[in-house]
Structures are given as C-alpha cells and as structure tokens.
C-alpha cells in the first residue's frame, strides 16, 4: 500500500510538472486573468459550470472570485452554473441533462461575459451545448480540459489543455491552475503590488 501512494503522488507530480513546463499554459492563463478582469471591470461577470469533481471546481473557484482567495478585497463577479438543484432537476427533468447548463447560460449569460466550462475529458455534453450557445450570444469561451481538448477544443476561444488522459490528475491540475487564474485577475483588477498586501489564511 505504501508503494501505491508512493506510486499515485509521483504521479500527480509528473503531471503537475508537465504544466509547470508547459509556456502554452502559462501564456494562456495570463491571457484569461486579463480578458476576465477586463470583462468584470466593465460590469461583466465569470460563469462557470462542470460536472462531478469538475462541478466541485466551478463552486470553489467562483467562492475564491465572490469571498477571497488569500487577500482581502472587493468581491469579484462570478456565477457557478452547478449549484441551483431547482433548476439543475427542472431543466433536466423537462428536457434532458444535456440542456442543465445550456439553459442557465441562456438566462444569464451576456455578450461580454465569459464562461468557464471544466471537464476533464472535454467531451461533456451539457458543457458542448453551452458552449456553443455561449458564442452565439457573444460569450468569450474558456475550456480547462485534458485528454487533448476533446470536444470541447474548437468551441473554445482559450483552451488550458493539461497534458494527461488521467481524471484525477487533471482534476488536480485544475485546481492548482483554477487558484492561479483568480490570483491573476486580482492583479490585473486591483495593481501588480496586490500580493504585497497581508495574506489571510482562511478558516
């Protein structure tokens, strides 16, 4: 059992240093931190949605944006799409679950916003549906993927692809990425000096 953790942990790391080396990733994250700070500074806002761990993620990643993530500071406008259970069972009792996310993105999306889908295979179906209403409303699209990208790659105005085929590592990769994202779109909205400011550890 000791060799399994061993095993599971370089694992992790492995792929973690794969994003760690990738300058794609890198470019791309800087980009998203000033095009999503761009959007709320001008009364636009984030919405983000995946399912199981990845749903998890969109509810973690829009408290770091609504609460705080180290610093203290203005709530940033972000929406998770994962966390209404009267709509998510509505519109997937009277239509189909393919259509639980594509539906909120229709009530509240809005040109200029930017919506975050997060799926680990890139081949959600709810996920390619929203997406690609989200464009035709003049949505700017984010995909945080592995597997290559999968479906979801050309619905996608700015892909985060991490470089593995397996679940749990992306989901891990994710969420190192997922913190880093709101960590730049603090600094890009508030000054480059805002990590200088006391950091909080939350409870």
Same mark, same amino acid.
């Given at each position: ?28 994250? /800087? ?16 919405? /983000? ?15 770091? =944006? ?24 509505? /519109? ?22 930017? =919506? ?6 890139? *081949?959600?179906? *709810? ?11 003049? +949505?700017?699209?984010?995909? =945080?993927?592995? *597997? ?21 590592? +992306?989901?891990? %990769? ?5 913190? +880093? ?6 600094? =890009? ?12 550890? %939350?409870?």
């Amino acid at each position: 059992m000791k060799d399994l953790v061993r095993r599971q942990l370089a694992q992790s790391i492995a792929t973690l240093q794969a994003v760690h080396d990738s300058q794609e990733i890198h470019d791309t994250i /800087v980009t998203i931190g000033q095009l999503t700070a761009d959007a709320m500074k001008s009364g636009h806002k984030l919405l /983000v949605a995946g399912n199981g761990g990845s749903a998890a993620d969109a509810q973690h990643l829009v408290a770091e =944006f609504v609460a705080r993530l180290t610093v203290d500071r203005p709530a940033l406008r972000a929406i998770a799409l994962t966390t209404d259970t009267s709509i998510l069972t509505a /519109v997937g009792n009277d239509y189909s679950f393919e259509h639980v996310i594509e539906r909120q993105v229709e009530a509240l999306g809005q040109p200029g916003d930017v =919506f975050l889908a997060i799926s680990t295979s890139g *081949n959600s179906k *709810n996920l390619i549906r929203a997406l690609t209403l989200a464009r035709k409303l003049g +949505i700017t699209t984010i995909g =945080f993927t592995g *597997n290559g990208g999968g479906r979801m790659k050309p619905l996608c105005d700015h892909n985060v692809i991490v470089p593995s085929s397996v679940t749990m590592n +992306i989901q891990e %990769s994710h969420l190192a990425l997922e913190h +880093i994202f709101c960590m730049t779109v603090e600094r =890009f909205t508030f000054g480059m000096d805002f990590d200088k400011q006391p950091q909080v550890l %939350s409870e």
